[in-house]
């Protein structure tokens, strides 16, 4: 998933763009082994990029994920689900791998700054391990702000994440 100042171009990072500007949620399925993480996969992550970092694949994005979980999404026999809410600067990503209906917490970081007006995309790619991943439907909301805040737009402001 992308949420990136440019639209969509074909590149090395999962089908995208190498040195985009903006945020990334990565469901990586194979590791390379020079990453030595201490976690298996399926891993869903995610990286903020200002425009001038690479995406290290050898390293599975160690250096500059934010966060992220493993998801055992493969082979399931119902729709996995995940949810991504972005509010006062605070990034939150959940899931829902045994279709119950209810949201399971990833990870949550303060401090991710993102510019508004970006465009949103999907990208997918595959190496020695392949895969089929359908993305059903993208939902997105409008956040209601509390009466007397001004929704501030924010078109200039650089990605980063504290």
């Known amino acids: 998933f992308w949420f990136t100042k440019e639209r969509m171009e074909n590149g090395p990072v999962f089908g995208s763009k190498d040195f ?3 945020l990334a949620i990565i469901g990586d399925t194979y590791s390379n082994h020079n990453a030595h993480n201490n ?4 891993y869903l992550s995610a990286m903020v990029n200002n425009g001038s970092v ?3 694949h050898e390293r599975d994005g160690k250096g500059t994920m934010l966060g992220g979980c493993e998801v055992k ?3 399931m026999q119902h729709e996995t689900w995940m ?3 972005y509010e006062n600067d605070k990034l939150t990503i959940s899931h829902d ?19 508004t007006g970006y465009y949103f995309g ?3 790619t595959t190496g020695d391990l392949s895969d089929a991943h359908d993305v059903i439907s993208i939902r997105t909301y409008e956040l209601d702000t509390v009466p007397g805040v001004s929704k501030e737009e924010r078109p200039d ?3 980063e994440a504290e």
């Not at 791998?97 to 510019?115: D, I, Q, T």
């Open 122 to 124: 999907m990208s997918a």
């Open 157 to 159: 402001i650089m990605p």
């Open 83 to 85: 949810a991504i809410r």
């Open 54 to 56: 690479s995406y290290d």
């Open 97 to 115: 791998l045994h279709n119950k209906r209810a949201w399971a917490p990833c990870f949550s970081m303060e401090g991710v700054k993102l510019p």
């Open 73 to 75: 999404f493969r082979n």
């Open 20 to 22: 985009f500007s903006g």
């Open 39 to 42: 976690h298996q996969h399926p």
